[in-house]
């Protein structure tokens, strides 16, 4: 059960993922007052004897059913727009990490570094060790400073793919002759993991994501051991 909880229900690693849970709470918020109150309208509707057949208009009610609404709207808007200008936001990344996708592995490279550069594929369960997750290791993890803007520079070699790791908030299409660009900034040190999201071929589901997040200064290390 411990297992299952941490590879489907991921805490979030990242301000954007903080948030995007902090903005699903709020629109469940909203969801549940609103089944309430129908649901207790529609109740008394169905065990009370009142009746009017004289009523012919009110345009206090009209009034209250059209503005009520339209605030809501607005109560979801807002944090929606805000968050979504948020996940584009980009100020001054400290690092550039280009992903190129393939059917069915993934390649990383470093731009900032000289010959930085690697492919991940998913670990044979032949090769895999006692503390590792069958089908969600990889060769080779991808590792990035942790409190550090990141840039995310993604396209495809051959054919769709997306890279997603639900940890950080981030979903990005890998689009061949495209480059697409994210961001992510890691809050704390750890692994966290994901998948390709996109239908990429007959082993889609076997071209997983392993993000090692680590200090600063082992990330530098581990840069010199490349």
Known sequence: MVTWNMMMLQDANSPIM?????????????????????????YTLTINKLINRLLLKGEMI??????????????IALPSLRLLYMIDEINNPLLTLKIV????????????????????????????????????DV?????????????????SADVLHSWAMPSLGVKIDAVPGRLNQGSININRPGLMFGQCSEIC??????????????????FMHWMKMM
Not at 21 to 41: A, G, K, N, P, R
Not at 62 to 75: C, G, K, N, R
Not at 141 to 151: A, C, D, G
Not at 201 to 218: C, D, Q, R, T, Y
């Open 18 to 42: 903080e948030h995007m849970i902090t903005f699903h709470d709020h629109i469940i918020m909203i969801l549940t007052m609103i089944t309430v109150m129908i649901s207790y309208i529609m």
């Open 62 to 75: 009209e009034l209250m059913w059209t503005m009520l609404p339209a605030m809501i709207l607005v109560l």
């Open 101 to 136: 996708s393939h059917q069915w592995y993934w390649s990383y490279e470093y731009s900032d570094f000289l010959n930085v550069e690697f492919d991940s594929y998913m670990k044979p369960e032949s090769n895999m060790m006692n503390n590792e997750f069958r089908l969600l």
């Open 139 to 155: 060769d080779n993890r991808t590792v990035l400073p942790m409190n550090s803007q990141i840039r995310l520079m993604i396209t």
């Open 201 to 218: 071929g007959a082993n889609h589901s076997f071209m997983p994501i392993v993000v090692e997040s680590v200090p600063l200064n082992k």
